[in-house]
């Protein structure tokens, strides 16, 4: 069965600064990886996704994300933060086996200083 | 809405009453899932279906039962409610292939008291 895990709970960052949220991925076969904001009281919004080809994918928003193998990994990153980035951000996975389900890391909250 | 429609936005339920969520989509996407999010554990898939007449249960089905009669509509019954089930309900719809994105309703907020 495939896991997700984002380490962070909660980034607080200030606007104008970079910012970097970790993704960790646990699946057998190749994973289809999915990086979603949630705004408050809002539902999920899709950033961005990767299943093949570059592993450095760009999404909206001026998101990207960076797929690497070796470390498991599909870390999102902005370089320059706006006071509407203030969000939730959920990685997750999918996979053909069992019905196509996503699977979900708990979220990472961000918080963006004046 | 990303073509997904909810109903109720917000429910507050007594232990041990039922009641559905409603859920709508507006194009013929034939997989539909039903989520829940909870504080720190992001969503969960409860049950999902891969087109019309078709369910099946996803990490925490308990409580909860779907069916899916036809494409447009994927209702989610709780048939007693307990306080474990207070949450934020999120129906998705999506192509049916992993690596097509879903599309998340607006979501419903249910407490259970």
Known sequence: AQSVTQPDIHITVSEGASLELRCNY?????????WYVQSPGQGLQLLLKYFSGDTLVQGIKGFEAEFKRSQSSFNL???????????????????????NKLTFGGGTRVLVKP | NAGV?????????????SMTLQCAQDMNHEYMSWYRQDPGMGLRLIHYSVGAGITDQGEVPN??????????????????AAPSQT??????????????EQFFGPGTRLTVL
């Open chain 2, 63 to 80: 409580g909860y039962n779907v069916s899916r009669s036809t494409t447009e509509d994927f209702p989610l019954r709780l048939l007693s």
């Open chain 2, 87 to 100: 949450s934020v309900y999120f129906c998705a719809k999506g192509r049916g292939d992993p690596y097509n």
């Open chain 1, 77 to 99: 990153r902005k370089p320059s933060v706006h006071w509407s980035d203030a969000a939730e951000y959920f990685c997750a996975v999918g996979a053909w086996a069992a019905g």
């Open chain 1, 26 to 34: 646990s699946y057998g076969a190749t994973p289809y990886l999915f």
């Open chain 2, 5 to 17: 429609t909810q109903t109720p936005k917000f429910q507050v339920l007594k232990t041990g009453q």
